[in-house]
């Protein structure tokens, strides 16, 4: 019963990662590296990451500079942050491309909200789906005589503590994250 238990948290831990994943590629108005997380150019016949093939640095709050190792990538380089679509237009000077991040406006920021709380919805939708697995694997357990109907309702009661947990995290980091992006 502890493994169902402990499988259970880790589904919900691993629900929480991810969500904790999208809301850093989440822009803030202010620069972050990990807005290029996903992006690849092709380099020698393969997808390779920019930040493997370049300098990343932010110099102020709200500028990206990359500045690859190899200067014939800088075309590919600024052709896939346009591909990417993450609302940022790149600047190349021949040497380095500069990503300007504009100040978000009062529009922008209650739209960015609503996205984070649909994507906190979603980690509770999976979290009460995960709940719900171990819920009727308990059940089952107890309509195959495995274990006694009080273990029933306790490992209930404990799979829905741990449940609750995961929701008040969730919460938690959207509300976070909402302040962040309406702070000005």
């Given at each position: 019963m502890q493994?169902?238990?402990d499988t259970t948290n880790e589904k919900m831990q691993k629900s929480f990662d991810t969500l904790?994943?999208?809301?850093?590629r989440v822009r803030t108005g202010r620069a972050s590296?990990?807005?290029?997380?996903?992006?690849?150019i092709n380099y020698y016949g393969q997808p390779t990451p920019i930040k493997q093939l370049s300098n990343i640095s932010i110099p102020e709050a709200r500028t990206i500079v990359v500045q690859p190792w190899d200067k014939t990538t800088l075309a590919d380089i600024e052709k896939a942050i346009l591909g990417a679509n993450i609302g940022i237009t790149p600047e190349n000077d021949g040497n380095l491309i500069r990503l300007p991040f504009q100040p978000l406006t009062e529009d922008k920021r209650k739209g960015i909200v609503r996205d984070l709380k649909k994507l906190g919805e979603d980690a509770r939708i999976a979290i009460r789906s995960i709940r719900r697995d171990a819920n009727d694997s308990v059940k089952k357990m107890e309509k195959d005589s495995e274990i006694s109907e009080d273990d029933e309702?306790?490992?209930?009661?404990?799979?829905q503590d741990i449940t609750d947990e995961w929701i008040k995290k969730?919460?938690?980091?959207?509300?976070?994250?909402?302040?962040e992006i309406m702070e000005v």
């Open positions: 493994t169902l238990k904790l994943l999208y809301f850093s590296v990990s807005i290029l997380d996903d992006i690849k309702v306790k490992f209930l009661k404990e799979i969730i919460d938690e980091v959207e509300k976070s994250k909402e302040k």
